[in-house]
């Protein structure tokens, strides 16, 4: 195998953050995503990498680069569309890349990778650009 590389557009959401409660009519704890908007960015990312790749699923050790697109707030730009010179080069505002990381590695595993224990090395970053999403690489560190 050489590269897994593909792009799943949408907006990336963040993963990590837990909200816990008790069920009133059961009277158990329940734990859920604190971002409601997180299944469907999994269900894009799952998607995609189905779209990209059908083999068995990966058990060696796995460098994965992860580079979100992230698109500029309306503020960010003049009336004529042009970014202001104040407006910062990088996304430094919330979701942070470590979350985005964690919600895009749970959609891969069981699909790309039998457990996201596998990846060693791991680059994560967030850049402005016209269309939001992801684009992801997946390597073997045989390979590297």
């Given amino acids: 195998m050489s590269w897994i590389e593909f792009f799943v557009p949408g907006i990336p959401r963040p993963g990590g ?7 009133k009519k059961t009277g158990r704890a ?7 908007k997180n299944p469907e960015w999994r269900q894009a990312v799952s998607y995609f990498a189905r ?3 059908d083999g068995p ?5 796995l460098q994965v ?3 979100f697109a992230i698109t500029r707030p309306k503020s960010h730009f003049r009336v004529n569309g042009q970014v202001k010179a104040s407006a910062p080069d990088y996304p430094t505002t919330k979701p942070d890349a470590t979350k985005l990381i964690r919600s895009t590695e749970d959609a891969l595993t069981g699909i790309l990778w039998r457990d996201d224990a596998q990846i060693v090395t791991q680059i994560g970053r967030k850049r402005y ?16």
């Fill in 17 to 23: 953050s837990k909200r816990a409660f008790i069920n």
């Fill in 30 to 36: 329940m734990i859920v995503d604190a971002c409601k």
């Fill in 51 to 53: 779209q990209a790749y």
């Fill in 57 to 61: 699923l990966l058990t060696e050790a």
């Fill in 65 to 67: 680069v992860m580079n």
């Fill in 129 to 144: 650009e016209t269309s939001p999403g992801c684009w992801i690489s997946v390597q073997t560190m045989e390979e590297t």
